[in-house]
């Protein structure tokens, strides 16, 4: 559902921009019921030339059923935002 990951994508967006391990944001569809989700900063790591990256894992639950997804968001320096890194 285009709605639903546009409310993932606002979660890992929201965890990112704390940049504290630990951190988790949490969503619930709202276009279908039993469908939820949540982004958490799993680590954060500093690597050469001050570029910053840090994993995320998003949760998604639909009727009872979880799915994990694990992604790498880096910024470099002077950056604003992570960003996925490839």
């Known amino acids: 559902d285009p709605a639903e990951q546009v409310q993932a994508a606002a979660a890992t967006e929201e965890v ?3 940049e504290e391990v630990g ?3 949490n969503w619930t569809s709202a276009t ?4 939820s989700g949540s982004s958490t900063v799993a680590s954060i ?3 050469g030339g001050g ?3 840090m994993n995320v894992n998003d ?3 639909v009727d009872g059923e979880e799915t994990r997804v694990s992604k790498r968001m880096c ?3 002077g950056e604003s ?3 996925l890194a490839a």
């Open 16 to 18: 990112t921009r704390g």
């Open 23 to 25: 951190a988790t944001a």
């Open 32 to 35: 279908r019921e039993n469908v």
């Open 45 to 47: 790591n500093e690597e």
């Open 51 to 53: 570029r910053k990256c």
């Open 59 to 61: 949760f998604i639950i």
């Open 75 to 77: 910024k470099g320096p």
């Open 81 to 83: 935002r992570y960003v």
